[in-house]
C-alpha cells in the first residue's frame, strides 16, 4: 500500500510540475512580443499573441482580414461603414459571425475612445492618414497599427497584397498569404499584356461615379482607386486631368459625355435610376453611357469592389471584360468568381449568389 501511495505521490507532483511549466510556457508567449513598423513608418511593439483586435479603418480591411485569417477569429470590433458592407455582402455567409462583431464605439462617424478602451484591444487598425485618430490612440494608452490606402499609387493589386503582407508580419505566417497574393500579381500582369497593343482611340472614356448621392457627385481623378481601375482595364478616365475625388456638375459630364460609367457601393444609386432619369435634379437622358446603356454598378462580393478588397482580383476581370468584350473574350466571369471563392473562402457559389455579387442593393452604402 505504501508503494501505491508513493506511486501516487509522485505522479501528482509530476502532473503538477508538467502544468505549471505549460502555464509558465503560455504565460512567457503571451508576454512575448515583437516590432512590426506600421504604413506610417512607426516601429509599433505588438504582443506575438494576439488576441483582441479592432479593425477601424481603412474600410475594406476587415474582409482582407477574415481571407487571411480564415474567419472572424480575435476580431472584437469593426467600423459600421464597414459593419453596412458585410451585411449586405456574401461575406456573413461564410464567416457568419461577423454581423456579431462590435461597431457601436463608433457614433456619428467619430470613434468614442471611452468605448473603444471597452474593447480592451491588443491592437487598433486605422487609417495612416488620420493624424487625429493616432494621436487619439496614443494618449489613450491604445495599442495602433497605421494601414495606408496610397500604396504604389493606388494600384489597389499592390495595396491589398501589402496589407495581407503586413497581416503576415502581424499575426504569423496562416499559410494562404503567398497563394492570395501570386493570383492577384498574375492576373495584373495578364491584363496588362493583352492591353498593352491597344491605340489611344481604342481606349474608351470612362466616368466612375465615386459617391453620387443626394449632396452631390464626386467622381475619381487621378492619385485615387478609380484612375488605376480604369487604366489597368483599357479605359481613358475623363476624369484624368483632376486629382483625388473631386466634386462635378452635370455640366461636367456633358461635356465629357463618357462611354461608359460605373458606380460605386459607396453610392445608393444603381444604373436603373440614370436609365430611367429618376434622379431630381440630374437629366442623364442624353449622356451617351445612358443612352447605350453601359452602366453598371460595382459588385459586392466579401465588400465593395471599388476599393481594396478581398475580392480585388476579380474586379480587374470584370471591367476588363466589360470595357473589352472581344479582347477579353476568353474570361468566363462567372467560372473565374466562383473558383476564387471556392479557392480562398471554401464557398460554392449559386446563380443566385452570383447574381447578388453583380448587382448589390442600395443598402450597401451604408446611407
Known amino acids: 500500500m505504501k508503494k501505491v501511495l508513493l506511486a501516487l505521490t509522485a505522479a501528482f507532483m509530476i502532473f503538477n510540475f508538467s502544468a505549471c511549466n505549460k502555464k509558465s510556457d503560455e504565460s512567457a508567449k503571451s508576454a512575448q512580443t515583437h516590432v512590426v513598423v506600421d504604413h506610417a513608418g512607426r516601429e509599433v511593439t505588438l504582443p506575438v499573441n494576439i488576441e483582441r483586435v479592432v479593425i477601424i479603418s481603412p474600410m475594406p480591411l476587415p474582409s482582407i482580414y477574415c481571407l487571411y485569417m480564415g474567419g472572424t477569429d480575435k476580431l472584437v470590433g469593426m467600423h459600421p461603414t464597414s459593419m453596412a458592407a458585410a451585411e449586405n455582402s456574401y461575406l456573413k455567409t461564410v464567416y457568419p459571425d461577423v454581423v456579431n462583431v462590435p461597431s457601436d464605439f463608433v457614433k456619428n462617424g467619430a470613434v468614442n475612445v471611452e468605448e473603444l478602451l471597452k474593447l480592451n484591444p491588443d491592437v487598433v487598425f486605422y487609417l495612416a492618414s488620420d493624424k487625429n485618430l493616432a494621436q487619439s490612440l496614443e494618449n489613450a494608452g491604445i495599442n495602433g497599427f497605421a494601414f495606408s490606402t496610397s500604396i504604389a499609387d493606388f494600384n489597389t493589386i499592390e495595396t491589398y497584397a501589402n496589407w495581407i503582407q503586413k497581416f503576415g508580419e502581424i499575426f504569423g505566417d496562416t499559410g494562404r498569404a503567398d497563394a492570395i497574393i501570386k493570383y492577384g500579381r498574375e492576373i495584373e500582369k495578364k491584363v496588362s499584356e493583352k492591353i498593352a497593343s491597344l491605340k ?56 465629357w459625355n463618357p462611354e461608359y460609367i460605373f458606380i460605386t457601393n459607396f453610392s445608393p444609386y444603381l444604373p436603373e435610376d440614370l436609365y430611367n432619369n429618376s434622379i431630381d435634379g440630374y437629366d442623364w437622358s442624353q449622356v451617351n453611357a445612358v443612352k447605350n446603356k453601359k452602366v453598371y454598378k460595382f459588385p459586392l462580393g466579401m465588400y465593395r469592389w471599388f476599393p481594396p478588397s478581398s475580392d480585388t482580383p476579380l474586379c480587374l476581370q470584370w471591367l476588363s471584360k466589360i470595357l473589352h468584350p472581344e479582347l477579353f473574350g476568353e474570361i468566363d466571369i462567372d467560372k473565374e468568381v466562383s473558383d476564387y471563392f471556392k479557392k480562398f473562402y471554401g464557398a460554392s457559389l449559386t446563380a443566385e449568389d452570383l447574381q447578388a455579387i453583380y448587382n448589390p442593393v442600395r443598402a450597401a452604402s451604408g446611407k
Do not use: H, R
Not at 481623378?221 to 481613358?236: E, L, M, T
Open 200 to 255: 489611344v482611340e481604342e481606349k474608351p472614356s470612362v466616368l466612375i461615379l465615386y459617391n453620387y448621392d443626394a449632396t452631390g457627385m464626386k467622381t475619381s481623378g487621378v492619385n485615387f482607386y478609380g484612375d488605376y481601375w480604369i487604366n489597368a482595364s483599357g479605359g481613358k478616365n475623363v476624369a484624368g486631368e483632376l486629382k483625388g475625388m473631386p466634386q462635378i456638375s452635370m455640366e461636367q459630364v456633358y461635356q
